[in-house]
C-alpha cells in the first residue's frame, strides 16, 4: 500500500482511510497506520477516537481496550522522534470488517465536514513543544482509562470524543479543541469512577 502525506483535517483522515483501504474485506490496525501515515501521530488518536464513537464498531466488545493500547503503544513513543510508529505484530494484524469501518465512516463525514469549517490554528501552544507532550500525557490517561470505560454504560462514548477532539487538536494544530478535549476528558473520568464506585 503506498504511504499517504501526513492529513491536514479530519475530512483528509477518513479520506484516506477510504482510498487505501478500497478493495479489502477486511482492515487490519496496520492498515489504517498505513493509509494515514506511519509517522502521523495525531491522525492515530483522533482514528482511536473516531472509531470509539462510531456505531458497529465502537460498539464491539474489547475495540474501545484495544484502541486504547493503540493510542498507548503511538504516544508513548513520541519523545523519542521515532520515524515510524512500532506495534507489536500480534496487534498490527486484528480486523475488523471493511463494511462496518465504511458505515463508521459514513456516520461521521457530515458532522467531519462542519468541524473542518470552525478549525484553525489557534492557541498553538498547546499542540506545540512542551504543550504537545501535555496533550499527549493527557491522552493516554484517556486512552489507560478505556478498559474501565467498557464497564460504565456510554462513558466509552466520552472517553472516544475526547481522543477525537485531541486527535483533531493535533492534527489541525488547533489548541481549542485541545482544551475541549480536557473539559470532555474530566467529565468522563468523573463518570467512570462514579460509575464504578456504584458497581
Same mark, same amino acid.
Given at each position: 500500500?503506498?504511504?499517504?502525506?501526513?492529513?491536514?483535517? /479530519?475530512?483528509?483522515? %477518513?479520506? $484516506? &482511510?477510504?482510498?487505501?483501504?478500497?478493495?479489502? !474485506? #477486511?482492515? +487490519? =490496525?496496520?492498515?489504517?497506520?498505513?493509509?494515514?501515515?506511519?509517522?502521523?501521530?495525531?491522525?492515530?488518536?483522533?482514528?482511536?477516537?473516531?472509531?470509539?464513537?462510531?456505531?458497529?464498531?465502537?460498539?464491539?466488545?474489547?475495540?474501545?481496550? /484495544?484502541?486504547?493500547? %493503540?493510542? $498507548? &503503544?503511538?504516544?508513548?513513543?513520541?519523545?523519542? !522522534? #521515532?520515524? +515510524? =510508529?512500532?506495534?507489536?505484530?500480534?496487534?498490527?494484524?486484528?480486523?475488523?470488517?471493511?463494511?462496518?469501518?465504511?458505515?463508521?465512516?459514513?456516520?461521521?463525514?457530515?458532522?467531519?465536514?462542519?468541524?473542518?469549517?470552525?478549525?484553525?490554528?489557534?492557541?498553538?501552544? %498547546?499542540?506545540?513543544?512542551?504543550?504537545?507532550?501535555?496533550?499527549?500525557?493527557?491522552?493516554?490517561?484517556?486512552?489507560?482509562?478505556?478498559?474501565?470505560?467498557?464497564?460504565?454504560?456510554?462513558?466509552?462514548?466520552?472517553?472516544?470524543?475526547?481522543?477525537?477532539?485531541?486527535?483533531?487538536?493535533?492534527?489541525?494544530?488547533?489548541?481549542?479543541?485541545?482544551?475541549?478535549?480536557?473539559?470532555?476528558?474530566?467529565?468522563?473520568?468523573?463518570?467512570?469512577?462514579?460509575?464504578?464506585?456504584?458497581?
Amino acid at each position: 500500500m503506498a504511504r499517504s502525506q501526513s492529513p491536514a483535517s /479530519l475530512t483528509d483522515v %477518513l479520506n $484516506l &482511510l477510504r482510498a487505501n483501504t478500497r478493495g479489502q !474485506q #477486511q482492515v +487490519s =490496525i496496520g492498515d489504517v497506520l498505513d493509509a494515514v501515515g506511519q509517522r502521523s501521530f495525531g491522525p492515530v488518536v483522533l482514528i482511536a477516537g473516531l472509531l470509539t464513537l462510531a456505531p458497529l464498531v465502537g460498539d464491539l466488545p474489547g475495540v474501545p481496550t /484495544l484502541l486504547g493500547l %493503540l493510542v $498507548l &503503544l503511538t504516544l508513548v513513543q513520541l519523545p523519542f !522522534q #521515532q520515524q +515510524s =510508529i512500532w506495534i507489536p505484530s500480534h496487534l498490527s494484524r486484528r480486523k475488523i470488517e471493511r463494511h462496518k469501518l465504511t458505515k463508521g465512516l459514513d456516520w461521521i463525514e457530515k458532522p467531519a465536514r462542519f468541524i473542518d469549517r470552525w478549525t484553525s490554528q489557534r492557541l498553538t501552544w %498547546l499542540v506545540r513543544g512542551p504543550g504537545r507532550y501535555l496533550t499527549a500525557l493527557i491522552c493516554m490517561l484517556v486512552a489507560a482509562a478505556l478498559p474501565a470505560m467498557e464497564l460504565v454504560p456510554f462513558s466509552a462514548n466520552g472517553g472516544g470524543l475526547a481522543l477525537t477532539l485531541f486527535g483533531i487538536a493535533l492534527v489541525a494544530d488547533d489548541g481549542l479543541f485541545a482544551l475541549l478535549g480536557i473539559l470532555f476528558t474530566g467529565g468522563t473520568l468523573w463518570m467512570v469512577i462514579s460509575g464504578l464506585m456504584g458497581l
